[in-house]
């Protein structure tokens, strides 16, 4: 009987290197039919040593005990879940292959759900079945948009949200076999992974905005590795403080660094302050900005919190805003229209 314990750690490069070269080709060769062979190559990329941490296992080949995932210390162990005998496993992965491969199953968002769930469930492997099943989740959906290329990650969002991902799971595995509760957590998990990739990008654009305004401008290597770390989200004020902090130089040095960048335009002082004074960045020149922008709102969905315009009158945009700038906005340090020209400054460039 073989125990999986649930526990955190940083995995070895060559297991990073495996996790890799197992979602390329679960994304970039979504066409092709998933088999045992296949789903034994991924498995002998997770795992080049033959190793799960210090213990031996089977590689590259479905398990041959049983499988318990348990937590818990010794002696006050909790089962999680037990999975299919391994005489069992074969013919339950058959049936799986078939309903996957099966051309009137359509690929959809339902589909990728109900394929994590049915894999982890069955638990073919000594171990690596849910970096698998995320990979499998991810193929469904490069097979739903017939795409190699996605801005976003399931297995990605899932990963950050391993605690109730195992919650919901065992609540699953658990149940009476209604898989309505994962459905639903599975389809807002998706939802969170394309809100992520959307920031992420938005986030890009508006640095690639920032430095194009600014081209030509000289300031010095300090400034612009300062200034890439706020651009990069840092969450902290631009204070002459955090700068010397950052920087690892002294307060004066800061100082002049910022009147420096403040001169030439590159960010500019929050009006009203006179001591601990901050800074905002200026992702566009001021004297350029337009009225593109309308009836800017922050509204909150889910507890988050997003900052929402109309562009040129008609097409609604809407981005996630960090828990800082929502504080400075409640602060008056910045307005609303400071917020509208850093979210969405890649937009003047269109």
Same mark, same amino acid.
């Given at each position: 009987?073989?125990?999986?314990?649930?526990?955190?750690?940083?995995? +070895?490069?060559?297991?990073?290197?495996?996790?890799?070269?197992?979602?390329?080709?679960?994304? !970039?060769?979504?066409?092709?039919?998933?088999?045992?062979? /296949?789903?034994?190559?991924?498995?002998?990329?997770?795992? +080049?040593?033959?190793?799960?941490?210090?213990?031996?296992?089977?590689? @590259?080949?479905?398990?041959?005990?049983?499988?318990?995932?348990?937590?818990?210390?010794?002696?006050?162990?909790?089962?999680?879940?037990?999975?299919?005998?391994?005489?069992?496993?074969? +013919?339950?992965?058959?049936?799986?292959?078939?309903?996957?491969?099966?051309?009137?199953?359509?690929?959809?968002?339902?589909?990728?759900? %109900?394929?994590?769930? $049915?894999?982890?469930?069955?638990? +073919?492997?000594?171990?690596?079945? &849910?970096?698998? &099943?995320?990979?499998?989740?991810?193929?469904?959906?490069?097979?739903?948009?017939?795409?190699?290329?996605?801005?976003?990650? !399931?297995?990605?969002?899932?990963?950050?949200?391993?605690?109730?991902?195992?919650?919901?799971? *065992? /609540? #699953?595995?658990?149940?009476?076999?209604?898989?309505? *509760?994962?459905?639903? $957590?599975?389809?807002?998990?998706?939802?969170?992974?394309?809100?992520?990739?959307?920031?992420?990008?938005?986030?890009?654009?508006?640095?690639?905005?920032?430095?194009?305004?600014?081209?030509?401008?000289?300031?010095?290597?300090?400034?612009?590795?300062?200034?890439?770390?706020?651009?990069?989200?840092?969450?902290?004020?631009?204070?002459?403080?955090?700068?010397?902090?950052?920087?690892?130089?002294?307060?004066?040095?800061?100082?002049?660094? %910022?009147?420096?960048?403040?001169?030439? @335009?590159?960010?500019?002082?929050?009006?009203?302050?006179?001591?601990?004074?901050?800074?905002?960045?200026?992702?566009?020149?001021?004297?350029?900005?337009?009225?593109?922008?309308?009836?800017?709102?922050?509204?909150?969905?889910? &507890?988050?919190?997003?900052?929402?315009?109309?562009?040129?009158?008609?097409?609604?945009?809407?981005?996630?805003?960090?828990?800082?700038?929502? %504080?400075?906005?409640?602060?008056?340090?910045? #307005?609303?229209?400071?917020?509208?020209?850093?979210?969405?400054?890649?937009?003047? *460039?269109?």
């Amino acid at each position: 009987m073989r125990l999986i314990c649930i526990f955190v750690k940083k995995e +070895p490069t060559h297991y990073i290197d495996g996790i890799v070269e197992m979602m390329l080709d679960a994304v !970039m060769n979504y066409e092709k039919p998933l088999t045992h062979d /296949r789903l034994f190559g991924w498995h002998a990329a997770l795992f +080049p040593m033959g190793k799960s941490g210090f213990s031996d296992i089977i590689v @590259g080949n479905y398990r041959t005990e049983g499988m318990e995932v348990i937590s818990g210390t010794f002696g006050r162990e909790r089962i999680h879940y037990r999975a299919p005998e391994p005489e069992r496993v074969f +013919p339950e992965m058959e049936k799986f292959l078939t309903w996957f491969n099966d051309q009137n199953s359509a690929p959809s968002l339902i589909k990728s759900a %109900i394929a994590h769930l $049915w894999f982890v469930c069955i638990h +073919p492997f000594d171990d690596g079945n &849910g970096r698998i &099943g995320r990979a499998i989740s991810d193929m469904v959906l490069s097979q739903t948009d017939q795409s190699k290329f996605r801005f976003f990650s !399931m297995s990605l969002q899932i990963s950050r949200e391993k605690k109730e991902y195992y919650q919901i799971l *065992e /609540r #699953t595995q658990r149940g009476s076999g209604d898989i309505t *509760e994962w459905l639903e $957590w599975y389809l807002r998990c998706l939802d969170k992974a394309v809100i992520a990739s959307n920031t992420m990008l938005s986030n890009i654009l508006n640095k690639a905005t920032f430095w194009k305004t600014h081209a030509g401008i000289a300031i010095s290597e300090r400034q612009q590795t300062i200034l890439n770390i706020f651009l990069d989200g840092y969450e902290g004020k631009l204070t002459a403080k955090n700068w010397s902090k950052l920087a690892l130089i002294s307060l004066d040095t800061a100082s002049r660094d %910022i009147k420096d960048l403040v001169t030439k @335009g590159i960010i500019s002082p929050v009006q009203g302050r006179v001591r601990d004074i901050s800074y905002t960045l200026n992702y566009i020149a001021i004297d350029i900005r337009t009225r593109d922008f309308i009836n800017p709102a922050i509204v909150q969905h889910n &507890g988050e919190d997003y900052i929402t315009t109309l562009y040129k009158g008609h097409k609604y945009l809407e981005e996630k805003i960090t828990s800082l700038d929502l %504080i400075r906005f409640k602060q008056n340090e910045i #307005t609303i229209n400071d917020l509208v020209y850093k979210y969405f400054a890649y937009l003047t *460039e269109l």
